[in-house]
């Protein structure tokens, strides 16, 4: 009998509890109390990226003109998912349509299944309405393991390591032969000042930009990341006396730390300037309380893969995936594939006042 009152009061329980509601998609809308919303979730998800914030949106459209769509997916009024997307239409590098163009993290952040089967199905819809070759995933871990609709390919890893509150400990850490040029840096008198502005990190970035035959970035949009995500966008350069000798522009988000975009100038080479640069900026984010230095994004076979490793830090494959809408392949636009190196070696050779011109019209295009 005892047993048959307790099940009978389990289902009257069960009966009572409100059962949740369905998962529905829509866009994020233009307003602040929206994008707090939508940012607060990226703080709080574990799967969520710096490059997953709201402002993301304001930084695409305004400094390159393209399309954008920022999906939220919803439970009962409470964001279980986002997925920023924007697409890239361009005659020389395709048509495409990518969570996130010119980030390194992106993809689905979300602490439900439902809300990322519902992100996903929104995503390839879009996709198939725009008629893209591909919808593109720039995922941090593998989102659709198994599945034969989702390609991926062996290019990208990224770079981390922890970080602690103590220099001593920190610098012991990197490599003897990579120290050395730390100290070296030292030795020459570097130091690191924080500017308000992207003047000078722009004229540092743009000497190194030229020297590897890659179109240069517009400043606006280095201006428009400072404005956008205010102290977390620091522009750090680095000088000896008053000559720039480097120039690093990073993000923090939570208790990380990643050095985005950087560049030095000739003299460089000379003062270990790059070397510097980013142990004074380990320095700063280790006192700032950051415990993790990301150094991000790079290709396999590339000067920056082998910087990196010497720096005592592990490559960790990135599993970016790519769905197919009407291309036939995975698409390969990277300065490895062997048709770009023409473009490369002309680069290079071009005054920099004119690839500095001309470099924002092509790398807009690039993501």
Known sequence: ??????????RAQTTAMPQPGPVTVRLLRDDAADRARWDAFVQACPQATFFHRAGWQRVIEGAFGHRTWFYLAEQDGVIRGVLPLAQIKSRLFGHSLIALPFCVYGGVAADSDAARR???DAALALARSLGVGHLEYRNYSPAH???PAWQGKDLYVTFRKAIVADDEAN????????RAMVRKGIKCGLAGEVDDNVERFFTAYAHSVHRLGTPVFPK????????????????????????IVAGVLSFFFRDEVLPYYGGG????????GNDFMYWNLMQAAAARGCRVFDFGRS??????????????????PLPYEYHLIKAESVPDVNPLNPKYQLFIRVWQKMPLALANALGPYIVKDLG
């Open 265 to 272: 100038m000739p003299v460089a080479r000379e003062v270990a």
């Open 220 to 243: 606006k949009y280095f201006a428009l990341l400072k404005d956008v995500f205010g102290p977390d966008c620091e522009v750090r350069v680095i000088v000896r006396e008053r000559e």
């Open 1 to 10: 009998m005892n047993a048959i009152i307790e099940s009978a009061m389990q």
């Open 299 to 316: 290709k396999r076979g590339t000067g920056a893969f082998d910087f990196k490793k010497n720096w005592g830090f592990e490559a960790q």
């Open 118 to 120: 519902q992100l996903d």
């Open 145 to 147: 393991p198994g599945e």
């Open 171 to 178: 610098l012991n850490a990197i490599p003897r032969k990579q």
